[in-house]
């Protein structure tokens, strides 16, 4: 069975500072790791994803993940928080199981930038 | 191009009443996901279709939920006798088909319908 597990339901950075957050997961083989990002009222945007192409993933607005097999981890990293990036941050697995792709997410975490 | 669409966006329902919620997935993707998001169950997977087939759907946390979808297209998600319990909100996701190896598609998500059982 996969899980995930987030780190810390809030966090709070500066405006400018990094950006970090934290996802263990569990998966019985060789996982598929998401990152998405909610706005308030909205629905999920996909921020980067991992499929063992490259342990370091780039995602979209700035945002990177390095997967750690060792560490069983895939953290969400930002050099410098905007203003903008505040919202709700959730990382998720999948085992891709022919075809049914179907996303176990974290509990979340919500990202505060303090001006 | 057009995204995942939802409807309605907001829905208030009397406790013991029946809903039924819509989702109108990306055009061509044949793999439709429903989810609910919850104060105290956080995101959680219900229902998978492939085409108008549902080959997971051990996520419907009770048989009051049920869900189809018709032609390979527009999926409605079904709770009847509804109950506090089920407020929440219901998002939809949508992508292409995996084959039986590859890495997976991205899933698109609708904007969900938020459901309040008073």
Redesign the interface.
């Given at each position: 069975a996969q899980s995930v597990t987030q780190l810390g339901s809030h966090v709070s950075v500066s405006e400018g500072a990094l950006v970090l957050l934290r996802c263990n997961y569990s998966s019985s083989v060789p996982p598929?790791l998401f990152w998405?990002v909610q706005y308030p009222?909205?629905?999920?945007?996909?921020l980067l994803?991992y499929?063992?192409?490259a342990t370091l993933v780039k995602g979209i607005n700035g945002f990177e993940a390095e997967f750690k097999k060792s560490e069983t981890s895939f953290h969400l990293t930002k050099p410098s928080a905007h203003m903008s990036d505040a919202a709700e941050y959730?990382c998720?697995v999948?085992e891709?199981n022919?075809?049914?792709?179907?996303?176990?997410?974290?509990?979340?975490t919500r990202l505060t930038i303090i001006p | 191009g057009a995204g995942v669409s939802q409807s309605p966006s907001n829905k208030v329902t009397e406790k013991g009443k029946d809903v039924e919620l819509r989702c109108d997935p990306i055009s061509g993707h044949t793999a439709l996901y429903w989810y609910r998001q919850s104060l105290g169950q956080g995101l959680e997977f219900l229902i998978y279709f492939q085409g108008n087939s549902a080959p997971d759907k051990s996520g419907l946390p009770s048989d009051r939920f049920s869900a189809e979808r018709t032609g390979g297209s527009v999926s409605t998600l079904t709770i009847q006798r509804t109950q506090q319990e089920d407020s929440a909100v219901y998002l939809c996701a949508s992508s292409l088909a995996m084959g039986l190896a590859g890495a997976p598609y991205e899933q698109y998500f609708g904007p969900g319908t938020r459901l309040t059982v008073t």
């Open positions: 598929y998405y009222n909205q629905g999920l945007q996909l994803k499929t063992s192409a959730f998720a999948t891709g022919f075809g049914n792709e179907k996303l176990t997410f974290g509990t979340g | -």
